[in-house]
């Protein structure tokens, strides 16, 4: 279970999460949208662990750890995993030993031997396949020259190898033509388990189509303003966020 | 550190900058070996391939009285490697001045790639001067904590003459290093490309200075000249300046020159995926020099001292990361023992 409770962060000191409450529960996908600015991306971020962000108050308990206090490896160790919503490109490093690192790590953390290549290879190009993506890609420096849906599927293969327990997707729709879409969708879809919690990102419907959440929340000016069932979603699609205006907590500049 | 015993082709040996004809191995078909008497002097001349020639600097003695001359002639249509390697211990004060000339006819190539690795009390000085038509790729790796300073003149003499400088500096301790390239287009469409990158620790202090100079009648001719550095030392310095002078209309010029540190997103971004910070450090340092070594990776007679190298990349970024490092290192299979 994950328990975000009055979470509060700030950037260079300015207050931008002023009292994030949600609980999520394994096997449930909730889905986190809002208006511009609302403050999704810094929440996966504190999620995650970036050290641009300060939290100034409130608490994340992550099953029996305060998540908090663990550094970015040792939260993705413990199965916390954010898809990027612009995925960092890294030059010289090529896909294959990036995402056989990433494996042996989290074997290691876990007191597993490392994966041996033959394994690596068959356990990769059954993912990859999985995510409309061809092999070429193992060979190729991370994320150099890769298109933004290109990204966005190895942003899900990474996450399809690593098994999470945690799947943040940051807005892992943007960027999408409507076959990469459905790709990428069915590929969450497939790790949807009894035991996985998803927190998904987007700003449109059309994701939800395929990820069918269980819960819907709105984000606005660093607090959830309202939550719901997937209905919640539709409706937002068909009349934006106006008519949260009179929401608590929307419209609070302090 | 080298094994002289894993060296299988010709071998120039000098010892405190003297030419020794007994630790060489010049015994070739095709390989021309002049000598002075008192040793300063070195021609290797050329008329057929050889796959690579070693030539060996040792500096842990007293300082020679005069500096070397080693002279390297390919004829028409040759090609070989050099592997160069200037190591030495000396502990006291050490100076040895190098002066390195090329001639490259056309259609050959010339591959030199120099290991540099000093002790701080060695103070290296070289001057090359190049004359090709051909062409001529040099790497110059330069490690350890000594003093050097390199100056090179390369002349693009003949139509689609092509020179590839690639240089990778890891200063550590107190070390000092100046790199000036000056590579003159003299003919039409030619090419030469500078790459040099630059990793500063402790109080490491360094300066590159890369100048193309194309001529008015160099028409058509390719420049890049690329540098990038990084300080990982609270009191490292780097001064970096590419400079262009250009003389005639249609050519193809580039430049740019950075310094900076380790990005902090692509640490985040290793670090989100389950690798330690130092792993992480250690992963985008190196893919930081990757591209500075194509020339070396290329080559397959290099000797595998390749640990040199990963050492002082662990030095500089203040840990034992070479288990790491050896992950990467020519694409070898990945040792899993510090994962």
Redesign the interface.
């Known amino acids: 279970m994950i328990v975000i409770d009055n979470l509060q962060a700030e950037v260079e000191g300015k207050a931008i999460l002023k009292g994030v409450n949600l609980t999520m529960n394994p096997g449930e996908v909730h889905a986190l949208m809002g208006p511009n600015g609302a403050g999704k991306s810094t929440l996966a971020d504190v999620l995650?662990?970036?050290?641009?962000l300060t939290v100034t108050s409130g608490s994340v308990r992550y099953y029996d750890q305060n998540l908090l206090d663990l550094?970015?490896?040792e939260?993705?160790?413990a199965g916390v995993?954010?898809a990027?919503q612009y995925?960092?490109a890294?030059?010289?490093?090529k896909n294959a030993?990036?995402l056989?690192?990433?494996i042996?790590?989290?074997?290691?953390?876990q007191g597993q031997?490392?994966l041996d290549?033959f394994d690596f290879i068959q356990m990769t190009k059954e993912a990859m396949v999985r995510v409309g993506m061809d092999e070429s890609f193992l060979q190729r420096?991370v994320n150099v020259g890769f298109s933004g849906g290109e990204k966005k599927r190895n942003e899900v293969l990474?996450m399809l190898l690593?098994d999470p327990k945690f799947a943040i997707l940051d807005e892992t729709d943007s960027g999408l033509d409507i076959d990469a879409l459905r790709t990428v969708a069915e590929g969450v879809q497939s790790l949807r388990d009894s035991k996985r919690t998803f927190l998904v990102i987007t700003h449109y419907q059309r994701l939800l189509d395929t990820i069918k959440p269980d819960f819907v929340h709105v984000l606005a000016n660093g607090k959830i303003v309202k939550s719901g069932g997937p209905e919640l979603a539709l409706t937002l699609e068909d009349q934006g966020y106006a008519w949260l205006s009179d929401v608590e907590g929307h419209n609070d500049k302090s | 550190m080298i094994n002289l015993d894993q060296i299988t082709g010709p071998l120039l040996v000098f010892i405190d900058g003297q030419f020794s004809l007994e630790a060489s191995q010049t015994e070739c078909i095709g390989l021309e070996v002049k000598a002075d008497n008192d040793g300063h002097t070195v021609v290797v001349h050329l008329s057929q391939d050889v796959p690579a020639i070693y030539c060996l600097h040792q500096c842990d003695g007293l300082s020679p009285e005069a500096p070397i001359a080693l002279t390297v002639k390919l004829d028409a249509g040759v090609s070989t490697e050099i592997h160069e390697y200037v190591f030495g211990e000396a502990n006291q004060a050490y100076q040895q001045t190098l002066q390195w000339r090329c001639e490259v006819a056309q259609g050959s190539h010339l591959l030199w790639l120099s290991h540099q690795n000093l002790s701080e009390h060695v103070r290296w000085h070289s001057q090359g001067e190049h004359y090709v038509e051909g062409q001529l790729s040099y790497h110059v790796e330069t490690l350890g904590q000594s003093l050097i300073e390199a100056e090179m003149l390369v002349k693009l003499l003949a139509e689609n003459a092509e020179c590839h400088v690639h240089g990778l500096l890891v200063g550590q301790g107190q070390s000092k290093s100046r790199q000036d390239w000056r590579i003159e287009h003299l003919a039409p469409n030619t090419t030469c490309d500078m790459h040099y990158r630059a990793l500063m620790g402790n109080n490491a202090q360094g300066s590159w200075l890369g100048h193309a100079h194309v001529a008015d009648q160099a028409k058509g001719a390719k420049v890049t000249q690329m540098s990038r550095q990084m300080l990982f030392g609270k009191h490292a310095r780097m001064h970096a300046k590419p400079e262009l002078t250009i003389h005639c209309d249609e050519v193809a010029c580039q430049h740019g020159a950075t310094v900076g540190q380790l990005d902090e997103q692509a640490l985040f971004y290793l670090r989100s995926r389950g690798l330690l910070h130092w792993q992480a450090r250690m992963l985008l340092t190196w893919s930081f020099v990757q591209e500075v070594l194509v020339m070396r990776q290329a080559s397959k007679h290099c000797l595998p001292e390749d640990s040199m190298l990963q050492q002082s990349l662990a030095a500089v970024m203040d840990h034992d990361g070479t288990s790491v490092l050896n992950d990467f290192w020519q694409g070898k299979e990945v040792k899993h023992d510090e994962w």
Do not use: W
């Open positions: 995650a662990g970036h050290g641009d550094a970015p490896e939260r993705s160790h995993f954010k990027f995925p960092v890294l030059p010289g490093v030993y990036f056989k690192a990433a042996n790590a989290h074997r290691k953390a031997d490392p290549a420096d990474q690593l």
